[in-house]
């Protein structure tokens, strides 16, 4: 059931366009990710939730008693939504309890009651303890505590949360999304949680929205964002990957040749748009280049339908903790890779070694960063 | 040891006592010195032939102030009313005025800075004067009030109490918005959309959030406003009528018109004992208030 609709959302500021055109919808119990770099738009498609946005066009609505409500003019204390903010907001003339009981006391919750909701949220958060202490007496990480039970003692119908973590150290900072993770599932509330951390839309998402330059680029399960990208900019921003500018030498109908700088070449199947002489991006996983130190062997076959296959030098070798990352040259084009310490190559700085890439790997991408295959 | 290893190993062995230092004797020379002078006038012999006199000792000045022949007592009770009044008039316009402030942006933020300073910077008598023809019978405001039909005569706000309070209000309000905005504009905005966000309306996110928050610069704003205006002269004699008698306008009299020294400088002496009393008894009162709140 659809809680949250966004239709074409359009947010300037004078000449700045924050959010272009996001359309957009959650389902009861989800837990969506807003993931972009920053000033992408994400925050602003947020706030504009929240209510603290007015679009210029576009409606915003929210599941109501009688299905969905344009809530668009609405002021933020009209929603039943609550923000968990980046640097958490809470109130310094306040202790933890009374900014914990604030949300119900302005809704007119009895004393005893919001006391008792407080309670039962701090132990949520585990941070009964600490209901009498003071916002500035607590760490990063119990301030980002009370925040969240702050908002959920609202019990509100979506919760939004706007890089909650990103003020903690990385340890705290995992800490606290396996925490949310088993709270989101814990209470069922409706989630929708911006960050700019592929990893922490990857733990916590249960769709992941990419937002670039104030639209989305893509929506779905992180799998499928991840493995099966519909732009160039996914596929940049999740993870590393090597980009590669390739040629399309020539087309037979929804078949064409893609050629390569280090003169490889393979045939597959592409979207029709595609013709002759295009320019276009090619997209190999590090994770999905396969070394071995045999010469390529089959001699004119640098053209191959299972995938590519080329030689390289390998350039560099760098120990990056838990890993091995490998820079290799073919050609003028510079590729990484890297292995597990485990499964390190046998390979130095200056040998030749053999690459090979399936064609199941491979993504291409045309000039305007659409996806081609 | 010479006089200047001397100095030199105080200002190292004691710095925080020789960074004082110049302050205090400044304090000395301007403050304590004339008052000590006050003080031992107020308790001189009056003298009807010249304004005290020198080497005597008497309680001649403050017997005089309860003398139930003159209005002295009445003037005092007048002083700290009219105090009173414009302190909290000064705190609720200041507040008022700095959260506009706070809230606004741009060309208006600008422009209400500039009221607040270019009143500060002005002198008192052109600030009265210019305040006589803006709320006069005759004036700007009452012209335009009478003229669009809104009122059928114009409002008395010269010659009496209402004209006192408004002089001295003019005068101290900028220091009073300085002293809000100061810490108004330290309150983070996303404070206040956190407020908003649980369900505040605008009234009740100020009330939660922005006043607890303004509560040290309006005591602040509070002590400014009572103190200039229990010494307040030149607004209650412009604005005021005969009626609107001040300590400051009492004193000035007693000293130029009857040369009575010792009586103005009792009556001088009582007026700032009284000030510091009220003020140490507010600070006690505000350190118990925070008390009981933290306990709550």
Same mark, same amino acid.
């Given at each position: 059931m659809t809680l949250l609709k966004l239709t074409d959302v359009v947010k300037r500021y004078g000449d700045l366009t924050a959010v272009d055109g996001v359309s957009l919808?959650?389902?009861? !119990? =989800?837990?969506?990710?807003?993931?972009? /770099?920053?000033?992408?738009?994400?925050?602003?498609?947020?706030?504009t939730i929240a209510g603290f946005e007015t679009p210029e066009e576009g409606t915003v609505e929210l599941a109501g008693d009688d299905g969905l409500e344009d809530v668009t003019d609405n002021p933020p204390n009209e929603r039943d939504t609550s923000m968990v903010f980046q640097d958490w907001a809470l109130f310094p003339n306040k202790n933890v309890l009374e900014n914990v009981t604030f949300g119900p006391k302005m809704h007119g919750v009895e004393r005893e009651e919001r006391r008792s909701r407080a309670y039962e949220m701090l132990d949520v958060v585990e941070?009964?303890? *600490?209901?009498?202490?003071? /916002?500035?007496?607590?760490? &990063? !990480?119990?301030?980002?505590?009370?925040a969240l039970a702050r908002s959920l003692a609202l019990d509100p119908d979506l919760l939004l949360l706007d890089e909650p973590l990103s003020n903690l150290d990385r340890r705290l900072r995992e800490t606290m999304q396996l925490e949310l993770k088993s709270i989101h599932e814990q209470l069922g509330t409706t989630m929708v949680y911006v960050t700019h951390d592929q990893d922490e839309a990857f733990t916590l998402a249960d769709?992941?929205?990419?937002?670039?330059? &104030?639209?989305?680029?893509?929506?779905g399960p992180p799998e499928t964002v991840y493995t099966d990208p519909d732009?160039?900019?996914?596929?940049?921003?999740? &993870?590393?990957s090597n980009f590669v500018d390739a040629r399309v030498a020539s087309t037979h109908g929804s078949r064409a040749t893609i050629e390569f700088p280090f003169a490889s070449r393979f045939e597959t199947s592409v979207e029709d748009t595609v013709?002759?002489?295009? =320019?276009?991006?090619?997209?190999?996983? /590090?994770e999905c280049l396969s070394v071995t130190t045999e010469a390529v062997r089959t001699d004119g076959a640098t053209r191959s339908r299972e995938g590519l296959r080329f030689e390289a030098t390998v350039d560099s070798r760098l120990h990056r903790g838990s890993r091995y990352r490998y820079e290799l040259i073919a050609g003028d084009t510079s590729l990484?890779? *890297?292995?597990?310490?485990?499964?390190?190559?046998?390979?130095? /700085? !200056?040998?030749v070694v053999s690459v090979r890439c399936d064609s199941t790997d491979i993504t291409l991408f045309d000039d305007d960063g659409r996806r081609i295959r | 040891m010479s006089a200047v290893t001397r100095t030199r190993a105080f200002v190292v062995e004691r710095p925080a006592a020789a960074l004082v230092a110049p302050l205090l004797l400044f304090d000395l020379l301007v403050f304590v010195a004339p008052f000590g002078l006050l003080l031992r006038i107020s308790l001189s012999e009056r003298q009807p032939a010249r304004a005290y006199a020198e080497g005597t000792w008497s309680t001649g000045g403050y017997?005089?102030?309860?003398?139930?022949?003159?209005?002295?007592?009445?003037?005092?009770?007048?002083?700290? %009313?009219?105090?009173?009044?414009? @302190?909290?008039?000064?705190? #609720? #316009?200041? @507040?008022l005025y700095a959260h506009a402030m706070w809230?606004?942006?741009?060309?208006?933020?600008?422009?209400? @800075?500039?009221? %607040?300073?270019?009143?500060?910077?002005?002198?008192? #008598?052109?600030?009265?004067?210019? %305040?006589? $023809? #803006?709320?006069?019978?005759?004036?700007? $405001?009452?012209?335009a009030l009478v003229g669009s039909g809104l009122l059928s005569e114009p409002l008395q706000l010269v010659n009496n109490a209402a004209g006192a309070v408004i002089g001295q209000l003019y005068i101290v309000a900028p220091y009073s918005v300085l002293a809000v905005y100061s810490v108004l504009s330290t309150v983070d905005e996303s404070l206040l959309e956190a407020a908003r966000d649980l369900g505040a309306s605008g009234p009740h996110a100020f009330r939660e959030v922005v006043i607890p928050h303004a509560v040290p610069g309006m005591l602040v704003a509070g002590v400014i406003s009572f103190t200039w205006s229990v010494g307040s002269y030149a607004a209650p004699l412009l604005l005021g009528s005969g009626s609107e008698r001040t300590a400051g306008i009492a004193v000035s009299d007693l000293l130029l018109r009857e040369f009575d020294w010792p009586a103005a400088a009792a009556l001088a002496t009582t007026v700032t004992l009284s000030v510091v009393a009220a003020l140490v008894a507010a600070h006690i009162g505000v350190s118990r208030l925070k008390v009981t709140t933290d306990a709550q």
């Open positions: 919808s959650v389902d009861r !119990g =989800e837990l969506l990710c807003l993931l972009g /770099p920053s000033g992408c738009g994400k925050s602003t498609t947020l706030r941070m009964t303890d *600490h209901a009498e202490a003071a /916002p500035t007496d607590l760490s &990063g !990480g119990q301030k980002q505590r009370i769709r992941i929205a990419v937002v670039d330059d &104030g639209a989305i680029q893509q929506v732009a160039l900019f996914v596929e940049s921003f999740l &993870g590393t013709a002759a002489g295009d =320019e276009i991006t090619a997209s190999l996983r /590090p990484v890779t *890297h292995r597990r310490i485990a499964d390190r190559l046998s390979v130095e /700085p !200056g040998d | 017997e005089y102030l309860l003398d139930p022949s003159n209005t002295l007592a009445s003037v005092l009770g007048f002083t700290f %009313a009219f105090a009173a009044v414009v @302190t909290v008039l000064s705190v #609720v #316009v200041a @507040t809230r606004a942006n741009g060309a208006l933020r600008v422009v209400l @800075t500039a009221g %607040a300073l270019v009143s500060m910077f002005t002198a008192i #008598v052109v600030k009265l004067f210019a %305040a006589i $023809l #803006v709320i006069s019978p005759n004036g700007v $405001l009452n012209t």
